[in-house]
């Protein structure tokens, strides 16, 4: 009987299992038949499922702005995850190492920074930015996507330098090195499946991000996330390549997290036990 019933559990799950899968599939599968369809087809009532070939909406976003659009997230993408990671991944250090007045309330700041969300902060940032001058601007853009991704990488950072053995350090540190030579040399190797981690998740989020850049961006920055809008029009919606633009935003997220999966995995189980 507990045989009979190990051998249903399993059913069950794996049952289940694919059943989640086809669901999550399915979006994905009718972004990919949608991008490669005919106008006529894509806007089809009742919708068609298949329909004849065509590259028609991939060449419109070659010749639109769309490819423009594409070139500013992968700049914004590059220079928000560049910066996240170099002021980033040292505070984390020192607030894992380090003793000082005031860590826990730190703490819970970062925290609280990661749970508010952005609605509340972009209408003051905007005005600030605007006295700037830094609306329309890659450095405008970088410092809003600091607001919300260098509390997070602060905190994950220190997880993850936090599992490095103390030990380490302090043979470092009686060999002569001095304390920021024993953070390039021997905690950023040890941490390095944690910080690659923390960096593909912040290119990823900067990558797919929508809000900020749709109230701080402007016409020679505006990401490919908001670039989409250019295929909703007053009367027609361009279901065809608005699709194929919808692909070409998440066929790089998906291959970049299927080559690091490995690293990805380590580096997310890595400050998840203590040792």
Same mark, same amino acid.
């Given at each position: 009987?507990?045989? &009979?019933? &190990?051998?249903? @559990?399993?059913?069950?799950?794996?049952?289940?299992?694919?059943?989640?899968? !086809?669901?999550?599939?399915?979006?994905? =599968?009718?972004?990919?038949?949608?991008?490669?369809?005919?106008?006529? $087809?894509?806007?089809?009532?009742?919708?068609?499922?298949?329909?004849? +070939?065509?590259?028609? @909406?991939?060449?419109?976003?070659? $010749?639109?702005?769309?490819?423009?659009?594409?070139?500013?997230?992968?700049?914004?993408?590059?220079?928000?995850?560049?910066?996240?990671? !170099?002021? #980033?991944?040292?505070?984390?250090?020192?607030?894992?190492?380090?003793?000082? *007045?005031?860590?826990?309330?730190?703490a819970?700041?970062?925290?609280?920074?990661?749970?508010?969300?952005?609605v509340?902060?972009?209408?003051?940032?905007?005005?600030?930015f605007?006295?700037?001058? %830094?609306? $329309?601007?890659?450095?405008? =853009?970088?410092?809003a996507?600091?607001?919300g991704?260098?509390?997070?990488?602060?905190?994950?950072?220190?997880?993850?330098?936090?599992? /490095?053995?103390?030990? =380490?350090?302090?043979?470092?540190?009686?060999? #002569? *090195?001095?304390?920021?030579?024993?953070?390039?040399? !021997?905690? %950023?190797?040890?941490?390095?499946?944690?910080?690659?981690?923390?960096?593909? =998740?912040? *290119?990823?989020?900067?990558?797919?991000?929508? +809000?900020?850049?749709?109230?701080?961006? #402007?016409?020679n920055?505006?990401?490919?996330?908001?670039?989409? !809008? @250019?295929? /909703?029009?007053? $009367?027609?919606? @361009?279901? #065809?390549?608005?699709?194929?633009?919808?692909?070409?935003?998440?066929?790089?997220?998906?291959?970049?997290?299927?080559?690091?999966?490995?690293?990805?995995?380590?580096?997310?189980?890595?400050? *998840?036990?203590?040792?």
């Amino acid at each position: 009987m507990s045989r &009979r019933r &190990r051998r249903r @559990n399993t059913t069950v799950r794996v049952a289940l299992l694919l059943g989640g899968l !086809v669901l999550i599939a399915i979006p994905y =599968l009718w972004i990919i038949l949608t991008a490669f369809k005919r106008p006529v $087809d894509a806007a089809a009532v009742p919708p068609m499922i298949f329909s004849p +070939f065509t590259t028609r @909406n991939l060449a419109a976003l070659v $010749d639109g702005p769309f490819a423009g659009s594409l070139v500013s997230s992968v700049i914004i993408t590059v220079l928000t995850t560049a910066a996240t990671l !170099v002021l #980033g991944v040292p505070a984390g250090y020192a607030f894992a190492r380090g003793q000082f *007045a005031g860590k826990r309330l730190f703490a819970g700041w970062m925290l609280l920074s990661r749970m508010v969300p952005p609605v509340i902060f972009i209408i003051p940032l905007f005005l600030y930015f605007h006295q700037l001058k %830094l609306i $329309d601007s890659y450095l405008g =853009l970088t410092l809003a996507y600091l607001t919300g991704l260098l509390p997070f990488t602060v905190w994950l950072s220190a997880s993850y330098i936090q599992d /490095i053995p103390l030990e =380490l350090e302090e043979a470092a540190r009686i060999d #002569g *090195a001095s304390r920021a030579r024993t953070f390039l040399w !021997v905690v %950023l190797p040890l941490a390095r499946p944690g910080i690659l981690t923390v960096g593909l =998740l912040i *290119a990823i989020a900067a990558w797919s991000e929508y +809000f900020i850049p749709l109230i701080l961006a #402007g016409i020679n920055t505006t990401p490919a996330t908001v670039g989409l !809008v @250019n295929f /909703i029009g007053v $009367d027609t919606i @361009n279901w #065809g390549a608005l699709a194929a633009g919808a692909l070409a935003l998440v066929i790089p997220t998906f291959i970049v997290t299927l080559l690091a999966q490995r690293g990805m995995l380590r580096g997310l189980s890595a400050g *998840a036990v203590k040792g």
